[in-house]
């Protein structure tokens, strides 16, 4: 049973070798190759039959044409002998036959003495003798030898008197051609193998980057997204090499950030459980714990839980956010509409920090865009600015057009951020002021999401800030949202170049006031 199963296993191994991509650039140029050779061999054979065959006969009309021309004389006199030995000579010459019949097909003289006295019943004589053609000739195979016979006219001032036959044998010819033929076979077969040879070698060059491919792949199923394979040259196959890398790239980028993401998300989770075990733990083993002692942990314990659930809340955002590629919910809605919700929804939270938060929004902004989405980027960006404004300060949210963009500006009087930071802040939990990110209950993942719902709408999401000054983000949208594609970052830049030609510039300056 083990030797039935180990030539099964090489049977399907040499299964899988012949169906390879190798082997069918083989067969593919074997099959080009031979049907190519097999047509210019034809061609050729072909050509030049019909040439030296057309040669043969011009020239065998124009020897019978002659002979009948030379013994007009002897016709008319009825000189046997003269004929005899005209035809005679001629067939010495050319090495030919020459039959001599008269206006009613008979031979009255022939070159070999055979047919003297007989009628000569063939196609061709009776063309010339009874259809009145000048000429004519046909192929004959003679005792397995190939012949023609050459009919000419013989006339005398006009008038028909008998016809020259001239039967030439074209075996030789035959013979020559057979030659060439099996010649041409053997040099195409020899040139197949050649192609065989040359292709093997070909495919192998084809083929090898396509193989470290798959070996790469194979690597990448078992979870090394570390493979890249070299690119070289400039064709398709490079083309596909250097995609792969970038995917390869890609995979580990994702994979590294999967592995951030679960320690962050873990270290993230633990710190408010940590706390409230440590509460929950003092108050149970501490004796005669006053009420203010019980109400103060209890308030922390609630605050640790409401950060704890704020956290998971931003967590299932952004697992939704990863996990759509398109907008579902597609509106057409008034963004003031939006960010005059935000302010009614933020402005107890800034009352009591004593925030003044206004809303600039000359004019109104229809856009075609995931009304929820845009509320909660919109409300992330407002929140983050409170946490980041000290007491009274002053939050600005702006909304204009710009092209084919909805711009809106949410610009705070808060503590700014330093240029290092605004390098990171829109990565996940990422906080500049972490002391103040716990007292005010921030996750880290705010930004993430706003930036991520921008992208999401084929827009972006930039910031301006100087440190102690105060900051502005920006988000831009495109008035009409299409499909998300590839291409998105790049229909986003064009977003930034506009704002920060436009809107960049002027916040800056007013920043540095």
């Not at 962050?264 to 003092?282: C, D, F, G, Q, Y």
Request: include cysteine; aromatic fraction near 6%; hydrophobic fraction near 40%.
């Amino acid at each position: 049973m083990s030797l039935l199963n180990g030539e099964l296993d090489t049977i399907l191994q040499l299964s899988n070798k012949m169906f390879s991509i190798k082997w069918r650039f083989v067969l593919i140029f074997l099959i080009v190759a031979a049907v190519a050779f097999a047509a210019v061999a034809y061609s050729v054979i072909k050509m030049s039959e019909d040439y030296l065959l057309s040669q043969r006969v011009e020239e065998s009309l124009e020897e019978a044409s002659g002979a009948a021309v030379s013994v007009v004389s002897t016709v008319i006199s009825d000189d046997s002998d003269g004929m005899y030995n005209l035809v005679l000579t001629r067939a010495k010459n050319t090495g030919g036959r020459y039959l001599i019949v008269n206006k009613a097909g008979t031979v009255i003289a022939d070159s070999q003495s055979k047919l003297n006295g007989q009628i000569l019943y063939l196609d061709e004589v009776e063309k010339v003798l009874s259809n009145g053609e000048v000429n004519a000739y046909s192929y004959h195979n003679i005792d397995g030898e190939w012949a023609v016979y050459y009919v000419n006219e013989i006339t005398d001032e006009g008038s028909l008197i008998g016809a020259m036959v001239y039967q030439s044998s074209i075996q030789t010819l035959i013979n020559s051609m057979n030659d060439l033929t099996v010649k041409i076979i053997v040099i195409s077969i020899a040139c197949c193998l050649i192609v065989i040879v040359l292709s093997i070698i070909t495919s192998d060059y084809i083929t090898r980057p396509i193989i470290k491919l798959k070996k790469a792949a194979i690597d990448i199923s078992t979870g090394n997204f570390n493979q890249r394979v070299k690119v070289s040259g400039r064709d398709e196959i490079a083309e596909l090499a250097q995609a792969f890398n970038e995917m390869t790239k890609r995979l580990e980028d994702i994979d590294i950030t999967r592995s951030e993401f679960v320690s962050n998300a873990s270290h993230e989770l633990r710190t408010p459980l940590s706390s409230i075990k440590i509460l929950v733990e003092s108050l149970i083993y501490q004796q005669d714990v006053p009420k203010e002692t019980y109400d103060e942990f209890l308030t922390d314990i609630n605050k640790e839980i409401d950060r704890l659930n704020n956290i998971i809340s931003d967590l299932l955002n952004i697992m939704k956010l990863e996990g759509e590629e398109v907008l579902v919910c597609k509106e057409n809605v008034s963004l003031k509409d939006i960010l005059l919700d935000t302010m009614n929804l933020l402005k107890p939270l800034a009352d009591q920090q004593r925030i003044h938060i206004t809303l600039d929004a000359d004019e109104d902004v229809l856009i075609e865009c995931d009304p929820l989405k845009i509320h909660q980027a919109v409300n992330n960006l407002a929140d983050n600015a409170i946490k980041y404004t000290n007491t009274g300060g002053l939050i600005t949210i702006r909304l204009k057009r710009l092209n084919d963009f909805a711009v809106i500006e949410v610009e705070d009087t808060g503590v700014g951020i330093s240029q290092e930071d605004m390098q990171l802040i829109f990565e996940r939990f990422y906080r500049v002021d972490k002391a103040r990110s716990r007292k005010t209950g921030g996750t880290g993942l705010g930004l993430y999401i706003a930036k991520k719902i921008a992208i999401m709408h084929g827009g972006s999401l930039d910031v301006v800030s100087e440190e102690g000054k105060g900051s502005a983000f920006i988000l831009s949208i495109p008035v009409k949202h299409t499909k998300i594609k590839s291409k998105a970052e790049e229909e986003a830049s064009k977003a930034k170049n506009v704002v920060k030609g436009k809107v960049f510039k002027r916040k800056s300056l007013r920043i540095k006031k």
